[in-house]
């Protein structure tokens, strides 16, 4: 990866980090550049810390990096945490009035701000985050204008003596910062090119509504909540039905309703609230309706750390439900990879008639990413399955919803097609819906509705793209990781072919089905391997081995509430590599 470029920005909840993120944002998405950003904050409405990480750089950016060129502390206690990130050539940015800068590393420069000279904190009580941005933006060599438009679009609903305010300050920050401070050595470049910024719940909900959902419902529960935000807020236009509903029973019995209607349905949640879906998950199992439900995984157990992520959900996901049946569990890369995941899954819920699950987790879901809109398809190939949703020409007297085929799949007639009634519940059935358990269980039936189930698998399977080993096909190191860890993963690897240690990657996306066969095929030469993953246990390393008896040399875990970042896996590998353990937990230095 080339040169990056990364702003910290920390203070506690209230004083209004995540503004400046917005707009910092936006202005490096508009010059062409590429953004990976990350708010780390905690549960609570004032109070506590919160640090925002915005890095920026011509090339794409998967993770938030190591360290911080700009240190935006809004307070004494952002300070105290983060000086020490900053390396030879970064500057802190902090309001001499209140703030008493520590000792920095070499190379640093401490830039102090004389806020109240320049504005007036009594009207004002957030002037120190204007002032910085102005000053921010004229040490990267960026030009004003940039900053005057996005201020205007920012406070686009306020009155404009509220924009004029802001613009001025953020002058004052600019002029000041010009005169009194050093640039940076390494101003930021400008392509033609421009990117939108996405989170990944709003490409989660994007993603739903390219792939026709036509029916949302939702508890909020964070870190899912910005999936029901942005479906509320765009459900007119979308022309998709919205509900926030009492609880995630009452949202998954829905969603089940809905999609038995024909429409499209989709809910989101996290640990917690999936939990209490599992009986519903079941119920769309056994009547053969598809729906996809996603989970936004947090750190748990129970509440947990209700603001910090985690990939602990692998096993729930794994054993939601009880008895057998036909799922398909798939987790996305990265935020780009949310809005495409939708769409791929819903295919395979709607063809097969099984639920489809998708496991997000906190990283993705409010972590920003910028992305090239020409890679946002919202007209995807939409496959609806054997969906009768008209009378037609065909011969109706015979209908049996759960007919045993060959495929397990049976014709789908959504409710109100003429002639073709049938019984759903959620009891063991004939191919007719009728109950076999009523008067007595019918074990020859029973044993064969089973195994038509079943059967679907088969498809599923050959449906799912089997996973591919990334980087030289033969390295010193092969890195294992599932879902979010996929970009932080990649930078490592690397960073370890600089320092001379040839590494790969292989990164899972589809959960069920694994493709165990195609996995260890494609490890059967790897010399060392080591699987990566946010969570105590080594979940994901459990499941393969339960799949495949694949046992890898060592382990990289991390279960803090916090990311990986590059430096975590690259001293670990170098660690393990050294045969000092086979199992590493990084501490985070910089989000505690």
Known sequence: MGRTFTIGIGGAAGQGVATPGDIFAKIFSRRGLHLNAYNAYQSIIRGGHTFLVIRAGPEKISNMGDRVDLLIPL??????????????????????????????AAGVQLCAIPVSTLADISKNKVAQNTLAIGAALSMMGIGFPALEEVLAEQFRKKEQKVIDENVSLARAGYDYATQNFKPFAWPLPMTEARYAVLSGNAALAMGGA???????????????TGVLHWMAEHARKAEIMVRQVEDEIGVINMAIGAAHAGVRAMCATSGGGFALMSEGLGLAAQAEIPIVVIDCQRAGPSTGVPTKTEQGDLWQMLGAAFGDYPRVIAAPLDIGDCFKLIPEIFNIADRFQCPGIVLCDLLLSEGRLSVDPKELDFHPPIDRGELIMSNGDVEHEAYKRYKITESGVSPRAIPGVPGHTHVVSSDEHDEDGVLISDEYTNTVKRR?????????????TASVPRPQLQGPAKADVTLIGWGSTYGVIDEACELLRETGISANHLPIRWLVPLHGDAILDLLKGAKHTIIIENNYSGQFARYLRSETSFVPNGHIRKYDGEPFMPHHIVEAVKEQLAGKTNLSVPAHEVMV
Do not use: W
Not at 83 to 103: E, F, K, M
Not at 210 to 215: H, L, N, P, R, T
Not at 448 to 460: P, S, T
């Open 448 to 460: 064969a509705m089973m195994e038509k189930r079943m059967r679907k698998m088969d498809g599923v």
């Open 75 to 104: 307070n004494q206690d952002t300070m105290d945490r983060h000086l020490s990130l900053l390396t030879a050539g970064g500057a802190c940015l902090y309001n001499a009035d209140l703030i008493q800068p520590g000792t920095p």
């Open 210 to 224: 390219a792939a026709g959902v036509k029916f949302y419902s939702a508890y909020p529960m964070s870190p899912s």
